[in-house]
């Protein structure tokens, strides 16, 4: 029998990335495609359900599914360290339930992330300028927000990170310390350039998205990972070896 899936935001373009997706798996079915309109009880009998909406409805998409024992694959952005944190009591409140946030489904974001983590024990100067198209209604976005925390947590024991002048808007936004510059302009889909300044040298691991079938096989791994989860992950490169 298929994997029943729903996906609420359906209408959007991540959404209608993610049916298409669903539609060509043949371990999985869609049963249900909901928009602002719908009402979240049209996810019921579903297995899975996507969260491809807003970060201000995220949150309801995600407590209802739980609630209801269905499985949830999060592709929404403002999930924030804070957030996380009040989302896994919940989860430890109803044995058996599963989130799968996923910041972002590029493998090559994924990757930059999990380097950028590990080149992070060894410059304490680092800053992230993130770049999307003029659509995207959040900044920071949810891929920049989830690298800078990531780093902040390996600087943490390290000394920290130093960035002068936080006082000063131009500055960028402090995400746990890790100032974070946002730009939002036509032409762009997703670019991330995250920079650390050495003694004498600095290093910028730098990532780009030029479609948005950058985000297909990063999909796949995610429902497929679903099957057999419980708990709460964050992040795709908990599905990297999901595929096969």
Known sequence: MPTRVAVVGATGRLGSQ????VDAMPEMELVAKLDSHSDLHDMLGADIAVDVTLPGVSGQVV???????????????????????VLAKSIDDKPGSSVFVVPNFSL???????????VAQHFESIEIVEAHHAGKADSPSGTAVRTAEEIAAVRRDRGGIIAPHSNQSARGEQVQGVPVHSLRLNGVLAQQEVRFGGVGETL?????????????AGIVMALRFMDSHTGLAVGLEHALGASS
């Open 18 to 21: 993610v049916c298409q997706v």
């Open 63 to 85: 407590d209802f599914a739980i609630a209801q024992g269905i499985k949830v694959l999060v592709g929404t952005s403002g999930w924030s360290a804070d957030r996380l944190s």
């Open 108 to 118: 090559g974001a994924t990757l930059q992330m999990m380097v950028s983590a590990t």
């Open 204 to 216: 910028t691991i730098t990532h780009d998205t030029h479609s948005r079938e950058a985000y297909q």
